[in-house]
């Protein structure tokens, strides 16, 4: 990674993180479910979502950066209420998250559930009550999360991935899963920085292909990162997918195969970034960071 670029994304990850410690500090609520929430908000990440979101908005000439802050501390609850929820025994049954106990073991699965609960509805006030947003704004960024985030976004992918262990699945499949699971919520990211940025309907339209192959990029790396990747690096043990039961990239082309196929999706990705006009933005390089990443 490229030390402007580290700098960078480190840069923004300081300012989400304090942004939404100082909102959910403030807020008049149980004790209990304030620590849960920091607990899981604060346990590492690399707030690459939020970065985005930031990233496609300066990639329009804007430097307001006030302007995407609510959104992006959105989409990193948003975010982290789905880790909390896939740790519970119902769903993955994951004893660590990012090296540290998952939510429920250090607090309790009713307490998970409800910090996780909790995180999700809070991302939506946070964007409404937005002073630097008007009220069209509001509408479309709440719709589009609301839709990303949800039955035909994050959600519908999970029960997807669901059903899919333990039993064969095609590359068009694996596609569909990890679309919806995981490239759903960087396509808010992307979209949401360039709609506030103030990109063309067909830059918009670029950046929507850009971002399924971006989320494809990520899940491939994820997949082959759980076989050759370092647990210490990793905060969680190597092969947990393969314990699952999970259907990934490796068991499906094999590590090599996975590696080609990742390189297929980071030129496509690339070839739609420079239709949107932003080849030269520094979403080039997190695409780059993505494909590369070692946790």
Not at 27 to 48: F, N, T, V
Not at 91 to 109: A, I, L, Q, S
Request: aromatic fraction near 6%; charged fraction near 25%.
């Amino acid at each position: 990674m490229k030390a402007n670029l580290s700098d960078y994304i480190n840069k923004y990850k300081e300012i989400i993180q304090t942004e939404y410690n100082q909102h959910i500090q403030e807020l008049d609520i149980p004790e209990q479910l304030k620590k849960s929430m920091l607990y899981s908000l604060d346990a590492g990440g690399k707030r690459l979502r939020p970065v985005l979101l930031i990233a496609s908005y300066e990639g329009y000439g804007k430097n307001n950066v006030d302007k995407v802050l609510s959104s992006a501390i959105a989409l990193e609850m948003i975010h982290t209420y789905s880790l909390i929820h896939d740790d519970l025994p119902a769903m993955d049954d994951d004893d660590y998250r990012r090296g540290m106990p998952t939510n429920h073991k250090v607090f309790d699965e009713a307490t998970a559930i409800l910090a996780g609960d909790a995180l999700l509805t809070y991302s939506f006030e946070l964007i409404a009550n937005d002073p630097l947003l008007n009220d069209k704004e509001k509408v479309n960024i709440i719709q589009m999360l609301a839709s990303c985030s949800g039955p035909k976004g994050m959600v519908g992918g999970q029960i997807l991935d669901m059903e899919a262990e333990d039993k064969p699945v095609s590359l068009e499949e694996m596609e569909q899963i990890h679309a919806l699971k995981t490239g759903e919520l960087l396509k808010f990211a992307i979209h949401t920085g360039a709609y506030l940025g103030e990109a063309t309907n067909e830059q918009l339209l670029h950046l929507k292909e850009f971002s399924h192959y971006l989320g494809l990029i990520f899940q491939v790396q994820d997949d082959i990162l759980d076989v050759t990747g370092e647990q210490e690096k990793l905060g969680k043990p190597v092969g947990s997918d393969t314990g699952n039961m999970k259907s990934t990239y490796p068991k499906l082309l094999g590590i090599d195969g996975a590696i080609k196929q990742k390189e297929i999706y980071v030129e496509k990705a690339k070839q739609a970034l420079a239709g949107a006009g932003a080849a030269d933005s520094n979403l080039r390089a997190l695409t780059d960071y993505f494909s590369n990443r070692d946790h």
